[in-house]
């Protein structure tokens, strides 16, 4: 199962796509989670979260998603679990918030709120990165290369 997680290809077209999407992420999730460029919190964040009628368990897992999947994207480690998270995370925001705003992102100001065009790009580049794997220069591919221990390869063992 492990293997199967972490198994990717050697592809460094999924290094930069796994890099963008991780760093947007991290900064949104460090600002929610540390405070940091800007952001309001933790506590902040969960009691906004609460006041929107978000329990408090999904407000949780909403800033760990962002937080912690940004840095296992940018790091490459566990990149579909992040994606995963991300994905969900995106999902939500789309079905209870920007969904009825339209497509378009508010970039006149001459909307009620934003739209989910950005939200479609962010779940097309996790989508990617769950099915195709985190790419060159990831811890997953680091864990995922045949290493010779004994008679047997680790990937003929997990075969």
Same mark, same amino acid.
């Not at 709120?113 to 794997?133: D, I, N, P, R």
């Given at each position: 199962?492990f293997? #199967? %997680?972490?198994?990717? &290809?050697?592809d =460094? &077209?999924?290094t930069? $796509? #796994?890099? *963008?999407?991780g760093?947007?992420? +991290?900064?949104?999730?460090?600002?929610?989670? %540390? !405070?940091?460029?800007?952001? =309001? !919190? +933790? @506590?902040? &964040?969960m009691?906004?979260?609460?006041? @929107?009628?978000? =329990?408090?368990? +999904?407000?949780?897992l909403?800033?760990c998603a962002?937080?912690?999947?940004?840095?296992g994207?940018?790091?490459?480690?566990?990149?579909?679990v992040?994606?995963?998270?991300i994905?969900?995370?995106?999902?939500?925001?789309?079905?209870a918030? /920007?969904?009825p705003?339209?497509?378009?992102?508010?970039?006149m !100001?001459?909307q009620?709120?934003?739209?989910?065009?950005? /939200? $479609?790009l962010?779940l097309? @580049?996790?989508?990617?990165?769950?099915?195709?794997?985190?790419?060159?220069f @990831? *811890?997953? %591919? %680091?864990?995922? #290369?045949p290493r010779?221990t004994? #008679?047997? &390869?680790?990937?003929?063992?997990?075969?």
């Amino acid at each position: 199962m492990f293997w #199967r %997680l972490i198994r990717t &290809t050697n592809d =460094p &077209t999924l290094t930069v $796509l #796994r890099l *963008v999407v991780g760093i947007v992420f +991290f900064a949104h999730g460090a600002q929610k989670a %540390l !405070g940091w460029f800007g952001g =309001p !919190g +933790f @506590s902040a &964040t969960m009691a906004s979260f609460q006041q @929107s009628g978000i =329990p408090a368990i +999904f407000a949780f897992l909403a800033i760990c998603a962002e937080f912690l999947g940004g840095l296992g994207l940018i790091f490459g480690f566990l990149g579909r679990v992040g994606a995963f998270g991300i994905m969900c995370n995106m999902i939500v925001a789309i079905a209870a918030v /920007h969904l009825p705003h339209g497509f378009f992102m508010n970039w006149m !100001g001459n909307q009620s709120g934003e739209g989910f065009e950005y /939200h $479609l790009l962010a779940l097309a @580049s996790c989508f990617v990165v769950l099915v195709k794997g985190s790419g060159a220069f @990831s *811890v997953d %591919l %680091l864990l995922s #290369r045949p290493r010779q221990t004994g #008679r047997r &390869t680790v990937e003929e063992r997990a075969a």
